[in-house]
């Protein structure tokens, strides 16, 4: 039962455009999201994350929008740069002692 | 210096076998975490500590046995190895109120023979 799911498993773009990455959740009782970066052979490191409260944060060039009613969030990369090729991990957590949930993954390759 | 630390990076072993994974943080943080990433490449959270003591178990073979001797380190020993343990396994910490961001390490590659 995936309560985070992240559709697509690739995604390839030009550098200078915008890469967006979707993820949609089944659990409502998710009220934090967060968006890690994995690079090979590394662990996932955090990237940006959003309260439920809110509807976007932006932080550089990566900008977080959750849409609650159609419980979806999507990351936006922009500029694209060839280093932000990697697999990016949407994770969520309710309140409380619960541990964070990821999603597959969605892996970017930024084509220079 | 390397915040989440975990040894060894690579373990090849033959099924039947029982072998240690180690983990070290030196961010000060409270809580510590065991997850898988299977071959399906979900990261899935096998326990999770708080100050030494156990808060998460999640339906984890009894085979897996995490020890935390201190707050800074949480070791995961694995019994009777099966083909089905190979996978990558993540060590992370999180602080108190951190809503669930994790520091990770850089994993442990198992393969089971």
């Known amino acids: 039962d995936q309560q985070v799911k992240q559709n697509s498993p690739s995604l390839s773009v030009q550098e200078g455009r915008i890469s967006i990455l979707n993820c949609d959740y089944t659990n409502s009782m998710f009220d934090y999201f967060l968006w890690y970066k994995k690079y090979p052979a590394e662990g996932p490191t955090f990237l940006i994350s959003i309260s439920s409260i809110k509807d976007k944060n932006e932080d550089g060039r990566f900008t977080v929008f959750l849409n609650k009613s159609a419980k979806h969030l999507s990351l936006h990369i922009v500029p694209s740069q060839p280093g932000d090729s990697a697999v990016y991990f949407c994770?969520?957590?309710?309140?409380?002692?619960?541990?964070?949930?990821f999603g597959k993954g969605t892996r970017l390759s930024v084509i220079a | 210096d390397t915040a989440v630390s975990q040894t060894p990076k690579y373990l090849v072993t033959q099924m039947g076998n029982d072998k240690s994974i180690k983990c070290e943080q030196n961010?000060?943080?409270?809580?510590m975490y065991w997850y898988k990433q299977d071959s399906k490449k979900f990261l899935k959270i096998m326990f999770s500590y708080n100050n030494k003591e156990l808060i998460i178990n999640e339906t984890v073979p009894n085979r897996f046995s995490p020890k935390s001797p201190d707050k800074a380190h949480l070791n995961l020993h694995i019994n009777s190895l099966e083909l089905g343990d190979s996978a990558v396994y993540f060590c992370?910490?999180?602080?108190?109120?951190?809503?669930?961001?994790?520091?990770f390490g850089s994993g442990t590659q198992l393969s089971v023979l």
């Open positions: 992370a910490s999180s602080p108190t109120g951190g809503h669930g961001k994790l520091f």
């Open positions: 994770a969520a957590s309710a309140r409380g002692n619960t541990p964070l949930v």
């Open positions: 961010l000060g943080h409270d809580t």
